[in-house]
């Protein structure tokens, strides 16, 4: 099934759509919208359809800052998790612009033999985050992040599957860098 949030009509912030069903597939359901966060704002949760989090992940884009004041990455890369069956937690690092069109969606799976998830703030680092045990060639690491400043520095994120049981990691940023991952492995 795909829902689709978004649109006009309804109650400001509330998902608004349509199911549309989808058979045949190791996807059982997605659902997308679009959100906003004001100035001041460090998070948003979003109320979504109830999910299964044992076997969805969280997809979110950065969004962009309204009054082209702020030009800065800090403002605009968010990270997104699912705090429950029915709640996705937006959350951006600096909170000093309103940041519009944060786009998200939300994915179930059928056919999941496991998802491991988690968080991270990292500088300038390298290593590898030990986690349970998986196939490689059956999983997909995804990950966002966000910055802790709004200066407009070079910095490079990169999570990659290392082995079997660990996940590496590249950062180089004079600032923080949050990071969140979700690891998911079909049977």
């Known amino acids: 099934m795909i829902r689709k949030f978004g649109g006009v009509a ?6 608004q759509g349509i199911d549309i069903g989808v058979g045949g597939s190791n996807i059982k359901s997605i659902q997308n919208g679009v959100s906003s966060m004001g100035t ?7 109320t ?5 989090i044992t076997k969805t992940v ?4 950065d969004g962009y800052e309204t009054s082209g004041n702020y030009p800065y990455d ?26 519009n069109n944060i786009n998200w969606q939300v994915i179930e799976f059928n056919n999941v033999k496991s998802l491991q998830t988690g968080g991270m703030s990292l500088y300038v680092s390298n290593g590898d985050l030990t986690v349970n045990q998986y196939d490689p060639a059956k999983s997909i690491l995804i990950y966002s992040y966000n910055l802790s400043t709004t200066t407009n520095s070079d ?3 990169s999570l990659f599957k290392n082995g ?8 180089f940023s004079s600032y923080s ?3 969140r991952w979700q690891l998911i492995e079909f049977n």
Do not use: E, F
């Open 74 to 99: 800090g403002y605009c890369k968010m990270i997104a998790w699912a705090i429950n069956s029915t709640t996705i937690r937006i959350v951006r690092g600096v909170t000093n612009a309103n940041v």
């Open 40 to 46: 001041g704002v460090g998070y948003i949760d979003v």
């Open 164 to 171: 079997s049981n660990k996940i590496g990691y590249k950062s």
């Open 58 to 61: 969280v997809i979110v884009t």
């Open 10 to 15: 309804g109650v400001d912030g509330q998902p």
């Open 48 to 52: 979504i359809s109830a999910i299964d």
């Open 177 to 179: 860098v949050s990071v």
């Open 155 to 157: 910095y490079t994120v």
